[in-house]
Every structure is written in structure tokens, then in C-alpha cells.
């Protein structure tokens, strides 16, 4: 009962805030929806929610206001939680919900652009995506960090057994210099490719570009990247095979141009023979 008075006196207090915070910003915000919602949101909170969020997140997309983006954190910190909560009970090993967590709200805080207010429910689809990628980045990356190196075996009594871990910290000076050589080359490896690929995404159309980034960043079906630029299912999947095609293609120009003129500085380097 306590919960439920307590629950009820936050709701009230956040219609508050959200009727203050319209009221503050009439001229910037144009039309009274938002002043609405929140005399609608007192009344019942749990049947206007989602129109309240998305409401919000439009208005933080166009004006990047910092205390709408804290309102919309605010309202559905706890719910995100809970959902986070839940994607995790899947990985089998351990994830800390709070980093999923901030991710989350630093992917909304940082993409308001991709944010399309259609529906009522947009915003809850929209970062319940964000969520569900969140959590399955964050688990995979848990995995690939987990490993069990065993430095042997000794026998406590006939029934058990204790298994002895390695110091990962034991690692002698020539292994940790290959380790700081292979990680230098590697850094500088990847920085290269993502130069190229960044030249290489700049050459894209606009709509390449849209189809490429709902596709394999939004990790949206090819059924909602399609609706969502109003094409049919197989012309989309063209548009992301040509977009891909392109995008490749001027990398592997541009590596290939890149391995020639290295070569070429080797051939000069290079000493030349002694006549015979």
C-alpha cells in the first residue's frame, strides 16, 4: 500500500515537472500537446506513458534540450532497467546491467536524429531495439573476455579435485614486447581501415547511406528498413547490396593503392647490385 501512495506521488510530481517544463517553452514548442499530455498523465500514467516519451524525444531531437532528454530519463530509467534485467538473463555470464544501462541513454542522448515520432509508441519500439542490441553486444563481449587457462591439476583426495588458475600476470619482457608490437599494428591497422571506410561511406548517396544505417546499425529486419523508406522489401535488399558493393570497392581501390606505393618505396629503398 505504501508502494503503491509512494508511486503515485512520483507520477504526480513528474506531471508537474512536465507541465512546468511546456509551460516554460511555449514559443519553442509551438502547439499545447505536450501541456495536454501532462494534465493526461496525472489522471492515468501507465495509459499515456508511451505518448508522453515520445513526445518528449521529439522534442528533444529538434532542440537537444537537456532537461527534456532528463525528463524522458527520469520517466523511463526503471522501466529500461527491468528490460535490461531481462535480455541479460540470457547470457551466461556475468554483465553489469548498470553499463547496458548507460549505453542506452547515451545512445538516445547521442542519435535523437534517428528518432522518427510516427506513433505513440515509437519511442518504447524505438529504444527497446537499443536495448535488446545493447545487452547482446554486452554479452557477447563478456564471452570473448572470459578465458580459462589451466596451469594444472592436483589431487586433494580421491574425490575431489582443485583446479589451479595461471597468473595471467606471469608474462616474461620478450612476450609482453611481441604483445605491445602486435597491439600497436593492430591499432594502426584498424585506423586505416576505418579511414577508407569512412571515405568510402561519403561517396554513398543519401539513401545509401539511410538503407545502410538502419540496416546494420538500427539491426533493423529488412521488412522494417523498407517500410520505413517506403520501398519494397527486394528493392531495399538491392539498394543494400549496391551500397555494400560500392563501399567496397573504393576500400579495396584505395588499399590497393596504398600497397603499390609501398612497394614502390620498398623498390627504391632497396640497394642496388654490384656489376660483376
Known amino acids: 500500500m505504501t508502494k503503491t501512495h509512494s508511486d503515485l506521488e512520483h507520477s504526480s510530481a513528474f506531471a508537474a515537472r512536465l507541465q512546468a517544463f511546456a509551460q516554460a517553452n511555449p514559443v519553442v514548442f509551438g502547439s499545447g500537446d505536450l501541456l495536454e499530455l501532462a494534465t493526461e498523465y496525472a489522471d492515468s500514467p501507465k495509459q499515456h506513458k508511451d505518448a508522453v516519451s515520445t513526445t518528449l524525444m521529439g522534442v528533444y531531437s529538434k532542440t537537444l534540450s537537456k532537461e527534456a532528454f532528463a525528463l524522458i530519463y527520469e520517466l523511463n530509467h526503471d522501466d529500461f532497467l527491468r528490460l535490461t534485467y531481462h535480455h541479460l538473463k540470457r547470457s551466461y555470464y556475468h554483465v553489469d546491467a548498470a553499463d547496458v544501462l548507460q549505453e542506452v541513454f547515451f545512445n538516445v542522448f547521442r542519435y535523437p536524429h534517428n528518432f522518427k515520432p510516427e506513433r505513440k509508441s515509437a519511442f518504447r519500439n524505438w529504444t527497446h531495439s537499443i536495448i535488446r542490441n545493447t545487452a547482446l553486444k554486452h554479452s557477447r563481449r563478456a564471452q570473448r573476455n572470459h578465458a580459462t587457462t589451466l596451469n594444472g591439476i592436483s589431487r586433494i ?66 521488412r522494417e528498413a523498407a517500410d520505413k523508406v517506403e520501398v519494397r522489401v527486394e528493392n531495399l535488399k538491392m539498394m543494400v547490396f549496391r551500397a555494400r558493393r560500392k563501399i567496397f570497392t573504393i576500400m579495396k581501390r584505395k588499399f590497393q593503392t596504398s600497397q603499390d606505393a609501398c612497394d614502390r618505396r620498398v623498390v627504391a629503398d632497396e640497394p642496388k647490385g654490384e656489376a660483376n
Do not use: G
Open 157 to 222: 583426495d580421491d574425490d575431489e579435485m582443485q583446479l589451479d588458475f595461471a597468473d595471467d600476470r606471469a608474462i616474461n619482457p620478450l612476450e609482453h614486447s611481441a604483445e605491445h608490437e602486435e597491439t600497436e599494428d593492430l591499432v594502426r591497422a584498424w585506423r586505416l581501415y576505418l579511414h577508407y571506410y569512412l571515405h568510402a561511406y561519403r561517396c554513398l548517396t543519401p539513401r545509401e547511406k539511410r538503407v545502410l544505417y538502419l540496416v546494420e546499425v538500427d539491426n533493423l529486419p529488412y
